[in-house]
């Protein structure tokens, strides 16, 4: 990455706005796909120049698996992306450390549930930074926030949407007339809706906000309705409260968590509010293994840090982004092995273009002139501003790679536009969290690949000499088509 533009990615990381390079001749109508209206909607933010996200984190019992890793990956692009184009973005992520599934652990392996909870949550965070997740600025343990809890709670009591039993305090579904409008349910079809252990509702769809001692091993704090904890909707709508107001910007997750969970914060806030809480809805798309989704529940996931054992970050970063972020995506590692070859080609693009460039510091050009890569910015930054659209992102980058590699090799690009184009592959690096100039981050090279390289570039050379062009040729497209660049 070149020296002026490292600064700039520090500055991205550390919240300093990026400038927008003065030759970036594009518009920043940018569309996101609400989930509520199911179409896209142009970006209008509540405050000028600000947006306020939130998505939903771990509940830290176990290792994430690569289904997760997905969601976070991409809300990361989102935030980077957001950022690049000139909003400020404060992104919170909440951490639920006290849940039934954190408990039941604990029992098992004989363990209080607060280690269990700082254990997982130390290693997801690990798992995040290995995965270059790191636009996150806040990360909110649900048990930081029991007083704020605590206070909505008992807000919703107020205003008659909730009701006290003997084991915990409900929020009465039937008397909040949106329930199921994200998700498209019907009430009327949720009797099968049941949660766990909580039996003493008015219906079976209701949900609990606070659940009263059950045990005397489980952590409770005091509340109004004596000792006990939170329920799991409860605590998101808490922490957003607290930090964005009763109104913000976007909420994300994964598709899983449109019901119950995205369904009880809208009826949790409104119901307190009067008025919706948030402008657009996110969800990405299930990750599948053999047709079914990803999950703890049906015991078919890969942790992140299982798959990285194997894999370098990048090509699986490279294959997240490959997919769009609302598609379901079949998972495999021969995919994620195809990824790797073509960011290796993009690699190597780039390794030419810093060949041929002769400026020791690479500072922005006013104007391109050359073609091929002002169709690829256009492209690049049309696909990120038609709802974060990263296949065509990448699609132009791979379009002007096959347009110009021979100018390139040829010495047809100008130099300004050669500059132009580091610039370009340094700021597509920003934003998507791989660095296009880098070598892949664990992949390795055994003395057989080189060895065998090595005898392939020897038999080619012998082949020019005999003026065997076309068999020379043929050797050099197909080690191409598996991710290998040979340039003569």
């Given at each position: 990455m070149t020296e002026w533009l490292r600064c700039m990615a520090a500055n991205h990381e550390t919240g300093v706005q990026i400038p927008i390079l003065p030759f970036i001749k594009r518009g920043f109508l940018m569309k996101i796909y609400s989930t509520m209206s199911r179409k896209k909607e142009e970006l209008k933010v509540i405050s000028q120049n600000k947006v306020k996200l939130f998505v939903c984190g771990p509940t830290v019992y176990h290792d994430a698996h690569i289904g997760h890793g997905r969601t976070y990956i991409f809300f990361d692009v989102i935030k980077r992306y957001l950022k690049f184009i000139g909003y400020s973005v404060f992104y919170i992520q909440n951490i639920t450390d006290i849940d039934d599934k954190i408990i039941k652990k604990a029992e098992l392996s004989k363990s209080e549930p607060n280690d269990i909870a700082k254990i997982f949550e130390k290693r997801y965070l690990e798992d995040m930074y290995l995965l270059n997740v790191t636009s996150v600025n806040k990360y909110a343990r649900t048990t930081d926030y029991i007083d704020e809890i605590i206070n909505q709670i008992e807000r919703i009591m107020a205003r008659g949407f909730?009701?006290?039993?003997?084991?915990?305090?409900?929020?009465?579904?039937?008397?909040?007339?949106?329930?199921?409008?994200?998700?498209?349910?019907?009430?009327?079809?949720?009797?099968?809706?049941?949660?766990?252990?909580?039996?003493?509702?008015?219906?079976?769809?209701?949900f609990v906000l606070w659940k009263k001692r059950r045990s005397s091993s489980e952590p409770v704090w005091d509340s109004p309705w004596g000792k006990g904890r939170p329920g799991w909707h409860i605590e998101d709508t808490a922490i957003t409260e607290y930090y964005f107001g009763n109104q913000y910007d976007i909420h994300g997750g994964g598709l899983d968590l449109m019901f119950p969970h995205h369904e009880a914060e809208i009826a949790q806030l409104k119901a307190i509010n009067d008025k919706a809480i948030v402008n657009y809805w996110m969800h990405t798309g299930f990750l599948n293994v053999s047709g079914f989704k990803m999950s703890k529940s049906l015991n078919n996931f890969v942790t992140i840090r299982d798959l990285l054992k194997e894999v370098s970050t990048q090509s699986f970063r490279f294959f997240v982004i490959s997919s769009h972020y609302r598609s379901h995506v079949e998972f495999s590692k021969e995919d994620i092995v195809k990824c790797e070859k073509a960011l290796r080609r993009i690699k190597n693009f780039t390794k030419i273009l810093n060949e041929r460039n002769i400026y020791e510091n690479i500072k922005p050009k006013e104007d391109i002139v050359y073609e091929p890569l002002k169709k690829c910015r256009e492209e690049f930054f049309k696909g990120m501003n038609d709802d974060f659209n990263t296949p065509v992102a990448l699609s132009a980058i791979f379009s002007f790679i096959n347009d110009s590699k021979k100018d390139l090799i040829d010495d047809k690009i100008p130099m300004s536009d050669i500059i132009n184009a580091l610039i370009f592959f340094d700021e597509a690096s920003i934003i998507l969290g791989i660095d296009f100039n880098s070598e892949l981050d664990i992949y390795k090279k055994d003395s057989c690949s080189e060895d065998l390289l090595n005898l392939i570039n020897d038999v080619r050379k012998k082949l020019r000499e005999d003026k065997n062009y076309e068999l020379s040729d043929e050797i050099r497209d197909k080690l191409h088509d598996l991710g290998i660049d040979i340039n003569d």
């Open positions: 909730a009701y006290e039993t003997s084991d915990g305090i409900y929020f009465d579904v039937k008397k909040f007339k949106d329930y199921g409008k994200l998700s498209n349910v019907d009430i009327k079809e949720l009797e099968n809706h049941r949660e766990i252990e909580e039996v003493n509702k008015k219906n079976p769809q209701d």
